[in-house]
């Protein structure tokens, strides 16, 4: 759970960095690429798989989705596995709203998805990204990303079939190239938590909040171990010298 847990807090934070540097943050971490041969939609028959390491991938060879399976992939499973799809495979549109609509901004694209798509939420794999807020004129600029259920879900019930259920979509190229779209099966967007990772989320939370309060008595204590060594050393150096050297109290020590 901790280690979905932060890959999922990863993965927010990279939503937050700029469109040039998500690409970056995203690719950074090991996976696994798979690639389908092919539009999506129109029977996808084969894969590319690539290895992504150390942010440099090595193509794995071209596997037909019947024949490819952990067999074939035996040193890199337990990997993020992950989909990389052409720009020609997602839809991305451009949205203006309310710039109050930023706090809520994944219900109120819900809301109004069936009225700026064609399609209803639910029938989505989606993601969004601010691109521009006009504040004097209070409208916001939202760039959607956008896949139909309908073209996806076959290719990855065909990759379930053999073992492989990537975590993401990753855009290769085009006007949202580096952008990724949580794979979460119900078309839920990933940064709603699932109660699987509340605990550990909790758990983080709360190790921070005891760090907070606990860090700055640790501190003073240390600072006063530090003053009561040097005291000592003084006091030691001044009677060896025969020296009088008054104590903490005010007192004379010998």
Not at 153 to 180: F, H, M, N, Q, S
Not at 189 to 210: E, G, N, Y
Request: with cysteine; proline share 6%.
């Amino acid at each position: 759970m901790l280690r979905e847990f932060f890959v999922w807090w990863f993965a927010q934070l990279a939503d937050l960095l700029p469109q040039e540097l998500r690409q970056s943050a995203l690719g950074a971490g090991d996976a696994l690429l798979i690639t389908p041969i092919g539009p999506l939609g129109q029977g996808v028959e084969a894969v590319a798989v690539d290895l992504r390491r150390s942010g440099k991938e090595s193509q794995l060879g071209h596997f037909a989705l019947g024949a490819i399976g952990t067999a074939d992939l035996t040193h890199v499973v337990g990997r993020t596995t992950v989909l990389r799809l052409d720009e020609a495979d997602v839809l991305g549109k451009t949205v203006s709203l309310p710039l109050a609509a930023e706090r809520e901004l994944d219900q109120a694209l819900a809301f109004e998805m069936d009225r700026e798509t064609p399609f209803t939420a639910d029938e989505l794999y989606w993601n969004h990204r601010i691109i521009g807020a006009d504040r004097p004129n209070s409208r916001l600029s939202v760039r959607l990303s956008l896949i139909p259920k309908a073209n996806l879900d076959p290719l990855l019930a065909d990759l379930a079939a053999v073992g492989i259920r990537p975590k993401r979509v990753e855009i290769a190229g085009g006007p949202d190239k580096g952008t990724y779209l949580p794979l979460n099966g119900d078309g839920t967007r990933s940064h709603r938590t699932s109660h699987r990772l509340l605990w550990p989320a909790a758990a983080c939370c709360v190790a921070l909040a005891i760090a907070a309060i606990v860090t700055p008595f640790v501190r003073q204590e240390l600072a006063l171990a530090s003053l009561d060594r040097q005291i000592g050393e003084a006091k030691a150096a001044a009677a060896e010298a025969g020296r009088h050297f008054p104590d903490r109290d005010g007192a004379a020590a010998a």
